[in-house]
């Protein structure tokens, strides 16, 4: 089925170890984005790519950094996890046209850093 | 992006009309009102957008009030899969370059047999 897939679905790392979460889209979209999410709250935004070779920063990055491979994937390192980084993390993609479409999220990746 | 006021949780019974209610009274005028839902521990599930005029698609409905400073989601036949957490958002829908979705904390909706 077409949409967002998101490797692995559920992770525990050490502090210190590093990691990188994959995130392929096969809708062609521009745009990708990842976002964590902690118990009981919304979503946060930790970085975006409008498109194939551009990053930007959203609202969390510290401690992340993204690789936008291709058009397809965009994969979100943890360098040095630290237990403030235990969450579910989403990755989404978006339309570009119109620009007030939705957003697909893929299934999420459990993160537990201990 | 407008900040949004939605109540915590909502309980309606099984094939009955779920209406969740969104205050958004900061809202400008080019920023679209956006519907998801989160059931369980799923990824966030796109249902409805609109920017004034009311909408509906195969999943819900869309009222927004003339003012634009409140909006209700309508379920018009709620089942137990419509159980979740449901997010309404507010963004500028024309302004590429703002890509900051906020999700705040939504309305739990349980859906009662």
């Known amino acids: 089925n077409a949409g967002v897939t998101q490797t692995p679905k559920f992770q525990v790392l050490k502090t210190g170890q590093s990691m990188t979460l994959q995130c392929a889209q096969d809708?062609?979209?521009?745009?990708m984005y990842w976002y964590r999410q902690d118990p009981g709250m919304g979503l946060r935004l930790i970085y975006y790519?409008?498109?194939?070779?551009?990053?930007d920063k959203g609202e969390v990055p510290n401690g992340y950094n993204v690789s936008r491979l291709n058009k397809r994937e965009f994969s979100l390192r943890l360098e040095s996890a630290a237990p403030s980084q235990t969450s579910v993390y989403f990755c989404?993609?978006?339309?570009?046209?119109?620009?007030?479409?939705?957003?697909?999220f893929g299934s999420g990746t459990r993160l537990t850093v201990v | 992006d407008a900040k949004t006021t939605q109540p915590t949780s909502m309980d309606c019974a099984e094939g009955r009309a779920a209406n969740l209610p969104c205050n958004h009274s900061t809202i400008s005028g080019n920023e679209y009102v956006y519907w998801y839902r989160q059931i369980h521990s799923q990824g966030p599930q796109y249902i409805i957008h609109?920017?004034?005029n009311n909408e509906t698609n195969e999943m819900a409905s869309l009222i927004i009030t003339e003012d634009r400073k409140s909006s209700t989601l309508i379920l018009p036949h709620a089942t137990l899969r419509d159980t979740a957490v449901y997010y309404c958002?507010?963004?500028?829908?024309?302004?590429?370059?703002?890509?900051?979705?906020?999700f705040g904390t939504g309305t739990r909706l349980t859906i009662i047999p």
């Open positions: 609109g920017l004034k």
């Open positions: 790519s409008a498109s194939e070779g551009t990053t």
């Open positions: 989404a993609s978006r339309r570009d046209r119109p620009y007030n479409y939705g957003y697909t």
């Open positions: 809708m062609n979209h521009n745009s």
């Open positions: 958002i507010v963004r500028g829908g024309l302004d590429f370059g703002n890509e900051k979705l906020t």
